[in-house]
């Protein structure tokens, strides 16, 4: 069984600060997508990692993958309240086929002033 | 751009009621997805299609139906409800795999 653990699953800090937030999946894979979900609002897709080594950034965010490690990270740089959010990861473990999801519990991110 | 668009936003249903909740997407994406978020938790994924005319199980069908009989529609059929399927759920399009394009959700309560 796919197993996907995100850490932490709650998050609180400081803007202004950096963290990462940790995605570890037990099965291999080499692809890898990142969500926010802004609270009672739908899901947006953020980042496809899709090899060893993708890294990909947008404005504060960044995520990394390791397939090695089994691990994706999402990087946040000098916080603003606006991240605020809960962000999913989800491993696919079909090689990109459409059922092949497999969603973390998702880490609940608040940034305060 | 109205994107996905689910309807009903809200619903309570009685135990053994049936419902559909209606999905329709207006940017001719052949993949769509139904999937059913429960408090503090990922999203699991209980029917998708990848064009017309084409449906398949995913992790947690049971319970649930679906039809494909335009790209623009997947209703999702929930016969005789129960409690379980107490959710939010999120009907979800795209191009191929991703992106994923999500509607705002219906969320269901079965009492």
């Known amino acids: 069984e796919l197993k996907v653990e995100q850490n932490p699953l709650f998050l609180s800090m400081q803007e202004g600060k950096n963290y990462t937030i940790y995605c570890n999946y037990s099965?291999?894979?080499?692809?890898l997508y990142w969500y926010r979900q802004d609270p009672g609002k739908s899901l947006e897709s953020l980042f496809v990692?899709?090899?060893?080594?993708a890294v990909k950034q947008e404005g504060r965010l960044m995520a990394s993958l390791d397939t090695k490690a089994r691990l994706s990270t999402l990087h946040i740089t000098a916080a603003v309240h606006d991240l605020s959010a809960t962000y999913f990861c989800?491993?696919?473990?079909?090689?990109?086929?459409?059922?092949?999801?497999?969603f973390g519990k998702g880490t609940h991110l608040i940034i305060q002033p | 751009n109205a994107g996905v668009t689910q309807t009903p936003k809200f619903r309570i249903l009685k135990i053994g009621q049936s419902m559909t909740l209606q999905c329709t997407q207006d940017?001719?994406?052949?993949?769509m997805y139904w999937y059913r978020q429960d408090p503090g938790m990922g999203l699991k994924l209980i029917y998708y299609?990848?064009?017309?005319?084409?449906?398949d199980k995913g992790e947690v069908p049971n319970g649930y139906n679906v039809s494909r009989s335009t790209t623009e529609d997947f209703p999702l059929r929930l016969e005789l409800a129960a409690p379980s399927q107490t959710s939010v759920y999120f009907c979800?399009?795209?191009?191929?795999?991703?992106?994923?394009?999500f509607g705002d959700g219906t969320r269901l309560s079965i009492l």
């Open positions: 979800a399009a795209s191009p191929t795999v991703w992106p994923q394009h």
């Open positions: 940017m001719n994406h052949n993949y």
């Open positions: 099965t291999t894979s080499d692809r």
């Open positions: 990692l899709l090899s060893n080594g």
């Open positions: 299609s990848v064009g017309a005319g084409i449906t």
């Open positions: 989800a491993v696919d473990y079909s090689g990109g086929g459409a059922d092949g999801l497999t």
